[in-house]
């Protein structure tokens, strides 16, 4: 499997520090996203970063990718309460193949 | 949100059991996909949709069938419920336009306890 793996699985910080998460894979990839996924709710979307691509915003998250070493980070910059989630990275396999996602990371930021 | 809806949220059954859960979007998108979510494993595919009638495995497709008859919607199969197969499962779709790779949009998913 290609399956991504998320590092750390678990990180804990306070309001308003940033957040960083970091995602490893193992095959060549289309491209690389990550989701976010509330306690007892379905995964929701964050962003895609395509394999030609080496750094993408939106609003306060912050992807990198770097294919050479076949690694991804997720930056949360100002970190709230409301980010308390898990986060999940997911690949392709660099063809026509369904998203495999990793294991995640849950992150806690207490108030 | 997308217009994703599974049913039923939550299930209690007996080993040996059929169960069906049942994904019905209202996007029209081409992919649908079912994936289990177990502690330690993260989310697994189990089976996929490309098409009306066009279905494939995923990683972990033993003892689930699956069947789409109709664009807005993907059935999972249990044919005979066992206590491994206790898990929250999620529904996904995704449009055409990226292939297989693209953007998932996912149900909020259906609890089975398989006791």
């Known amino acids: 499997s290609q399956q991504g793996e998320e590092d750390p699985q678990a990180l804990s910080i306070q309001e308003g520090e940033n957040a960083t998460m970091n995602c490893s894979y193992k095959?060549?990839?289309?491209?690389l996203q990550w989701y976010r996924q509330n306690s007892g709710r379905g995964l929701v979307h964050l962003i895609l970063i395509r394999s030609n691509e080496r750094e993408k915003h939106s609003g306060r998250l912050r992807v990198t990718l770097d294919t050479s070493k076949k690694s991804s980070s997720l930056l949360i910059t100002a970190s709230r309460a409301a980010d308390t989630a898990s986060y999940f990275c997911?690949?392709?396999?660099?063809?026509?193949?369904?998203?495999?996602f990793g294991k995640g990371t849950r992150l806690s930021v207490i108030a | 949100d997308a217009g994703i809806t599974q049913s039923p949220r939550h299930k209690v059954t007996e080993t040996g059991t059929p169960v069906t859960l049942r994904c019905h979007q209202t996007e029209n998108h081409r992919y649908m996909y079912w994936y289990r979510q177990d502690p330690g494993h993260g989310l697994r595919l189990i089976h996929y949709s490309y098409g009306v009638k066009d279905t494939d495995k995923g990683e972990v497709s033993d003892g689930y069938s699956v069947s789409r008859s109709k664009t807005e919607d993907f059935l999972l199969t249990l044919e005979s419920a066992t206590s491994s197969q206790t898990s929250v499962y999620f529904c996904?779709?995704?449009?055409?336009?990226?292939?297989?790779?693209?953007?998932?949009?996912f149900g909020e998913g259906s609890r089975l306890t398989v006791l």
């Open positions: 095959t060549s990839i289309n491209n």
């Open positions: 996904a779709i995704s449009e055409a336009t990226r292939g297989l790779s693209g953007e998932l949009f």
């Open positions: 997911a690949t392709d396999g660099g063809g026509n193949t369904p998203l495999v």
